[in-house]
């Protein structure tokens, strides 16, 4: 599954453990933070943790590359309801952020 790409996030390895901060589109209450960090930590493998920052809309994930993708976590908070912003190489990542959060605003205003 490929969801909204770009991120104003850095990559960093640690061994067998990566660490990324992604913007998180949808969330909306202190609750929708809690439902990111859940669907991200439970039943997941190489997941190690998420901290979700309600404020600055974004989630830190800590996770083991071997084990999950980063797909696989953008879909998990899919089916949570709420959109995770990837990174996409190619971008600028402040730019794709800056994307993201514009197409999120037109779709509400429709």
Do not use: W
């Amino acid at each position: 599954m490929q969801l909204e790409q770009g991120s104003s996030a850095d990559i960093q390895g640690k061994g067998k453990v990566s660490e990324i901060e992604l913007p998180v589109i949808g969330m909306y209450c202190a609750n929708c933070a809690t439902a990111v960090e859940r669907a991200l930590t439970r039943k997941s493998d190489g997941v190690e943790s998420a901290n979700v920052n309600y404020a600055s809309e974004s989630v830190q994930v800590r996770f083991d590359p071997t084990q999950t993708s980063l797909d696989q976590l953008a879909g998990k908070v899919h089916s949570a309801g709420y959109r995770l912003v990837l990174p996409d190489p190619d971008d600028d990542p402040g730019n794709a952020e800056a994307i993201a959060r514009r197409q999120e605003i037109e779709k509400q205003k429709r």
